[in-house]
């Protein structure tokens, strides 16, 4: 099994930026693919970015294009996420998720099968 624990979330101004953190532990070894996905209130679950094993990362084409950067330290079983140029729409909850299968669709929750317990990001305007 792997646990992971998001942090990094907080109140933050329109047109800020935060940087959120995932840190895994456990079979860190049986990780393929990390993501990050965001729920607001009232909303599905929402797909952000993600990196594979091979550093291959993957990044939604929706809201949040170009302002996303996903990193990582594998020494540190770390992933970050970092969004720029922050909007009150990006409030919700974030949550890291990782997928311990060769394969899978990078862009539904149901591919993922370890989860954080999210971390909030409050966007004030």
């Known amino acids: 099994q792997v646990q992971l624990v998001e942090s990094g979330g907080g109140l933050v101004q329109a047109g800020g930026s935060v940087r959120l953190s995932c840190a895994a532990s456990?079979?860190?070894?049986?990780?393929?693919?990390t993501g990050w996905f965001r729920q607001a209130p009232g909303k599905e679950r929402e797909f952000l970015a993600a990196?594979?094993?091979?550093?291959?990362?993957?990044y939604s084409s929706g809201s949040v294009k170009g302002r996303l950067s996903i990193s990582r330290d594998n020494a540190k079983n770390m992933v970050y996420l970092q969004m720029n140029s922050l909007k009150p729409e990006d409030t919700a909850v974030y949550y890291c998720?990782?997928?311990?299968?060769?394969?899978?669709?990078?862009?539904?929750?149901?591919?993922?099968?370890?989860w954080g317990q999210g971390t909030q990001v409050t966007v004030s305007s």
């Open positions: 990196i594979q094993r091979s550093g291959d990362f993957t």
């Open positions: 456990g079979e860190t070894r049986s990780i393929y693919a």
């Open positions: 998720a990782v997928r311990a299968r060769p394969n899978g669709d990078l862009f539904s929750s149901v591919s993922y099968d370890y």
